[in-house]
């Protein structure tokens, strides 16, 4: 009788529990803080062939000769062949003469491999372009072709065609070619055709001719148009770990990254050999996607330019003698380097880097606000470095905001350091850097809460979540990015900028994951990840709104179920995101207050991301697996109830 007893008690005890409904009290009575346009946003580093073989539309690997350990490299010569180092573009000197192999027989040319092959769709059409010269006058032939290797027909060929060099002078010339048929790898063929005169070629380079807005030094158009959808409101670059360099030789100088393409010089990716156990001997930065077109880039895709600069430090993880860095009194060229960035993006067109900006083919400013200093720096050599920036900035440019960084962990020792260091130095905002595991982005919801509203504003300038164990892209960990996001939101007074990290990734170059968008040579796909990204910046809103259960902020905290929750409004439109972590669904209850008495909210549309495969993601092949769907959640009044599934991040759209 008594086991019976206990027995119904239990189920009662579960069946309430299941029922028991989550009262979200949201506070309309006046808004909260605005959440700045610049809230939600992207971080671009060249890691994982994100630049070259990625966004940069560049199919040639190697294009003016100049990788460091073999200047062919990339490439297969056959014939006769020889590397040069006097070519017309003094800061990439090597270009390839092609000479007459001695017999009818025989062929002299190259063909280049591209980053993990060269894709290719039928139907499009590629730009071959070259630099080249008939070095002893009169004129030659050279015959373009696209093939595929393996292909068991006939020809090798895809496309072919014909282009004739004539003088002596250093020429640009280009020709179309138009493949039938796609190919994620092909090989570009270039065979010295004619009579076989002596040729010279610098500067071997193919696009497509459909490019992101149709510029010819372009940017792959599925890549953009995937960081376009995001809406994002903030474009950090160009990293990262490469902006400090495995030493300062190598770090990133945004001014090789502009004026004509033929002429910036090739740098290395500290990514080509910081894991050996995932070594790419061929990566290095053409730097072809440089300073122009990231700031391009920006404009076209609605966000804030970013600009992170090196502050004199090399990577941290990489040097530990204070002799890999430029020493305080030195810093001047550095400094330089950061004012002049400035005159480049918002000079006047007669201003000296205003002037080379101008020259690019954009006479008006980029109208830059902000600028970071220092990728993921720490200990007292930081602020040390950046103060002399700080200063100098300050006079020239009251107007632009500073970043400065807390380091590479989310708390510690030297997060407690930097913060109160950033504060004394009144840098504008802070990076925070943080790549956790589940049960820190569970425990993270309130992070923000009880920030200083007095100091630095919050740059959330890299974070994604790494499961234990599950170190890639997956359902669960973007759903727990999901929750952790909506404390980003109810702090919008004291975080002004978030950026997930790394962003691209190509599968079969990567040295990092997870990462926000995957591609090959022809295919792409958008993660999980980025649909949470996305539906942020799409729902984003303008200010914040109180929302509380039980008198708390819904931040996953003991006893709140599993649930995350915040609010915000938009015009006469309020969106409310609920994340349920939970393995079950939860009741909710949207509980408008500080209405008028006659007044009251309209349930418009929902707009649900969830998945039962909590360790899956989409994929090449499955680009479509886990998407947001919308749902219809129906009422109208001061109270709105739904349930939400279990593991799914659901946004309410309602209309006041
Ligand atoms: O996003 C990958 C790396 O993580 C970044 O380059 C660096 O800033 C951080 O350590």
């Known amino acids: 009788m008594k086991r019976i007893a206990l027995t119904l008690t239990a189920i ?131 015959r373009i072709e696209l093939v595929n290797t393996a292909a068991m027909g006939e020809n090798h060929f895809l496309c072919q065609e014909t282009l004739k060099i004539a003088g002596k002078e250093w020429k640009k010339y280009q020709v179309i070619l138009s493949p039938k048929s796609s190919l994620g790898k092909s090989v570009l063929r270039i065979f010295l055709t004619g009579k076989r005169t002596t040729t010279d070629l610098e ?46 030789e190598t770090r990133y100088q945004w001014k090789n990254t502009v004026g004509p393409v033929e002429n910036r010089p090739l740098n290395e990716n500290r990514w080509e050999y910081t894991f050996p156990h995932r070594f790419y001997p061929d990566y290095y930065q053409s730097y072809g996607l440089g300073f122009f077109e990231f700031f391009l880039l920006s404009e076209e895709i609605g966000s804030e330019p970013l600009p992170i600069l090196s502050c004199g430090l090399a990577c941290q993880f990489q040097n530990e003698s204070a002799d890999a860095h430029v020493h305080v009194d030195e810093l001047q060229p550095y400094i330089q380097d950061a004012l002049d960035l400035i005159e480049f993006a918002n000079g006047p067109a007669d201003s000296k880097w205003g002037g080379v900006r101008a020259e690019m083919g954009h006479p008006a ?138 962003l691209f990734a190509h599968i079969e170059g990567w040295q990092w994951r997870p990462d926000l968008i995957w591609y090959d040579n022809l295919r792409s796909f958008r993660t999980v990840s980025w649909h949470v990204q996305q539906l942020y910046g799409e729902y984003r809103g303008t200010n914040t709104l109180k929302l509380t259960m039980n008198g708390a902020n819904v931040t996953g905290a003991e006893g709140q179920d599993g649930l995350f929750a915040s609010a915000v409004l938009d015009g006469n439109k309020i969106y409310v995101k609920v994340v349920n972590t939970a393995d079950s669904p939860r009741e909710i209850s949207l509980n408008f207050t500080g209405l008028k008495k006659k007044a009251n909210v309209k349930a418009v549309k929902g707009v649900r991301l969830a998945s039962t495969e909590l360790y899956s993601d989409n994929s090449l092949e499955d680009p479509a697996r886990i998407e947001p769907a919308g749902f219809t959640f129906t009422g109208e009044g001061k109270t709105i109830s739904e349930t939400v599934p279990a593991y799914s991040f659901n946004i309410f759209v309602l209309e006041k």
């Open 12 to 142: 009662f005890a579960a069946a309430t529990a299941f029922a028991q409904v989550h009262q979200l009290d949201i506070n309309l009575k006046k808004p909260g803080a605005a959440i700045q346009p610049t809230m939600y946003g992207i971080f671009f580093e060249d890691i994982n062939y994100a630049a070259d073989g990625g966004l940069y539309a560049e199919l040639v690997k190697n294009r003016s000769f100049e990788f460091p350990a073999d200047a062919l490299q990339g490439w297969k010569a056959f014939g006769k062949v020889e590397v040069r180092n006097d070519g017309p573009f003094e800061r990439n000197p090597h270009y390839v003469r092609l000479m007459d192999p001695g017999h009818p027989h025989k062929w002299t040319g190259l063909d280049n491999e591209g980053f993990f092959g060269i894709g290719i769709k039928g139907g499009e059409q590629y730009r071959f372009s070259v630099w080249a010269r008939v070095p002893d006058g009169g004129s030659s032939e050279l």
């Open 203 to 248: 500067h071997v380079s193919l696009f497509p001719v459909d490019t992101w807005m149709g510029h010819e030094n372009g940017l792959r158009k599925d890549l953009a148009q995937a960081l376009a959808d995001l809406h994002p409101g903030i474009f950090r670059f160009p990293g990262g770990c490469i902006v400090e360099g495995t030493d300062l």
């Open 365 to 502: 400013p980029f109208n830059l606000k902000f600028i970071g200093i220092g990728n993921e720096q720490w200990d007292s050599i930081y602020p040390e470095h950046l103060e002399p920036f700080l200063k100098a900035i300050r006079a020239a440019h009251p107007e632009i905001k500073i970043v400065g960084s807390s380091g590479p962990d989310s708390e510690g020792r030297q997060f407690d350091y930097l913060w109160p260091e950033m504060k004394r130095l009144k840098a504008d905002l802070v990076d925070e850097h943080f790549y956790r595991p589940y049960d820190w982005f569970l425990a993270q919801g309130a992070r923000y809460d009880n920030y200083d509203r007095k100091g630095p504003k919050v740059f959330a300038g890299e974070y994604a979540c790494h499961a234990k164990g599950r170190k890639w892209n997956h359902f669960y960990a973007s759903l727990l990015e999901a929750a952790f996001m909506t404390g980003i939101e109810r702090n919008a007074d004291v975080v002004h900028m978030a950026t997930y990290a790394p």
